[in-house]
DNA sequence: TGCAACCTTATAGTTAACTATAAGGTAGTA
DNA sequence: TACTACCTTATAGTTAACTATAAGGTTGCA
């Protein structure tokens, strides 16, 4: 399976394959006698991996490190679950920022819904006033 | 009042505020003899301006518009309106997808908290399996 | 006069995660 | 033998919002 072939059955560049390999989270694949990267059913595993731990909101660094764990294979369930509970921690983290700012934009658009005619627009004089 | 001077003030780098300038977000500013930049409270107000409306999630592309639409002072109400809703939306939208990503995570997690000892880290597993 | 602490400009670096370009080699088909 | 679509490498550009650096001018004080 050449690279290609790869990014086509998972839906990403090639660019971003070699991307990966550089960054550490692919290994060094064979390569045919005309240079040409080769893959196999693992690349597929691997990458599939590393879609799903985007989907769930690690970074590329933070997949690295759960990828070398997993390669690890011995007694490593308190780490993995230790690095998944820190991330948790920090998407709760920017919910909690996001609802925040969530709540203060929708009261002052609230506020604009029965705008004051002769007022300056309550949305405006709330980023303004001190 | 000096560039310093209202960095310190508002607790930002000197940088920052001659970025804002570059980007359009605050006018030139009058210069003294020797070139100087110099401030007054109207600018402290612009700046807390910029720093709210960043507190509410508006990138500095929505701050430039939200001033514009200020600055005008004409019948915006509904401008105003209008682009505040549909920051609330990309807002409450990224909240979904953290929610989402937040849900699974925590659900492997927890799935985590009683593992087999013979078995494979169901969090590893839930990345790796098809 | 000397020195530190300001100020100026222009330019380049940072972060993350790609994405695009350039310049060229390879494989399969008409 | 062309042509097209692939593949290779290295390097640079993208986005947002700064942040740092370099090289130099200004102000205030001992
Ligand atoms: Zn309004
Ligand atoms: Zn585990
Ligand atoms: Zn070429
Ligand atoms: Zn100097």
Redesign the interface.
């Known amino acids: 399976m050449t690279i290609g072939q790869l990014a086509q059955e998972l839906n990403i560049k090639t660019q971003t394959i070699r991307y990966y390999e550089n960054q550490g989270l692919l290994s060094k694949p064979e390569r045919t006698q005309s240079n040409y990267r080769i893959y196999d059913q693992n690349s597929i595993?691997r990458l599939?991996?590393i879609k799903?731990?985007k989907?769930?909101?690690f970074s590329l660094g933070d997949i690295k490190t759960?990828l070398e764990?997993?390669d690890k294979k011995v007694n490593?369930?308190a780490d993995?679950?230790d690095f998944?509970?820190t991330?948790?921690i920090k998407?709760?983290s920017?919910?909690e920022d996001?609802?925040s700012?969530?709540m203060?934009?929708?009261d002052?658009?609230k506020q604009?819904?029965q705008?004051n005619k002769t007022a300056e627009?309550p949305?405006?004089e709330?980023?303004?006033e001190g």
Do not use: D, Q, Y
Request: aromatic share 2%.
């Open positions: 595993k599939t991996f799903r731990a989907e769930i909101g759960l764990m997993s490593r369930c993995v679950k998944a509970e991330r948790l998407i709760r920017r919910i996001l609802k700012m969530e203060t934009l929708s002052i658009i604009c819904s705008p627009c949305i405006i709330s980023l303004t």
